[in-house]
T-cell receptor
Framework: AQKVTQAQTEISVVEKEDVTLDCVYE???????LFWYKQPPSGELVFLIR??????QNEISGRYSWNFQKSTSSFNFTITASQVVDSAVYFC?????????????FGTGTRLTIIP | DTEVTQTPKHLVMGMTNKKSLKCEQH?????MYWYKQKAKKPPELMFV???????INESVPSRFSPECPNSSLLNLHLHALQPEDSALYLC????????????FGPGTRLTVT
């Protein structure tokens, strides 16, 4: 069965510090997709990134970067030079390549607080 | 445009009331989803519609009744709810299948009194 673990329940950092959010997943499939979502206090989940299991290239988007390592089943997310607007709950999620599968398995989330 | 809209934003209802939550997307997505999220928990999938047909029901109690009138609209009809049903209800849409990201609406915060 698939599982996503986000061991960090809450993280607080001072503004402008870098912070890494960890995500470890379990799956028996060789084909799967990984996602990160941001949920600010307003409640809406905002899609950040999608990565398939065959693409291990790291990705950078502005201050955000993602490190995907199949060898350790991890898909970590780093925010560089954090800002107060980054304060939110971040969810890592996994979907397996099964016919008709529409389900996302979410981790429990990491609450990130950026202290001004 | 990656917008999913939901109405109402907040809803308070008694246990004997009947109400409906509405969701709309205009991204041409063929899959639409209802999630329930309790405080400090991840979203829990309730229902999935694919091409306007119910494809997944995660053993949700019958007091929740989904409806997909067309490819852009998704409703969730509520009847005889319990206080433990109080939660944030999120709607999402996607191109469908396991490989596409889901786009979420802002949610309806439901309180059952």
């Amino acid at each position: 069965a698939q599982k996503v673990t986000q061991a960090q329940t809450e993280i607080s950092v001072v503004e402008k510090e870098d912070v890494t959010l960890d995500c470890v997943y379990e799956t028996r499939d060789t084909t799967y997709y990984l996602f990160w979502y941001k949920q600010p206090p307003s409640g809406e989940l905002v899609f950040l990134i999608r990565r398939n299991s065959f693409d291990e290239q790291n990705e950078i988007s502005g201050r955000y970067s993602w490190n995907f390592q199949k060898s350790t089943s991890s898909f970590n997310f780093t925010i560089t030079a954090s800002q107060v607007v980054d304060s939110a709950v971040y969810f890592c999620a996994l979907s397996e390549a099964q016919f008709g599968n529409e389900k996302l398995t979410f981790g429990t989330g990491t609450r990130l607080t950026i202290i001004p | 445009d990656t917008e999913v809209t939901q109405t109402p934003k907040h809803l308070v209802m008694g246990m004997t009331n009947k109400k409906s939550l509405k969701c709309e997307q205009h991204m041409g997505h063929r899959a639409m989803y209802w999630y329930k999220q309790k405080a400090k928990k991840p979203p829990e999938l309730m229902f999935v519609y694919s091409y306007e047909k119910l494809s997944i029901n995660e053993s949700v109690p019958s007091r929740f009744s989904p409806e997909c009138p067309n490819s852009s609209l998704l409703n969730l009809h509520l009847h005889a709810l319990q206080p433990e049903d109080s939660a944030l209800y999120l709607c999402a849409s996607s191109h469908g299948g396991y490989s596409y990201e889901q786009y979420f609406g802002p949610g309806t915060r439901l309180t059952v009194t």
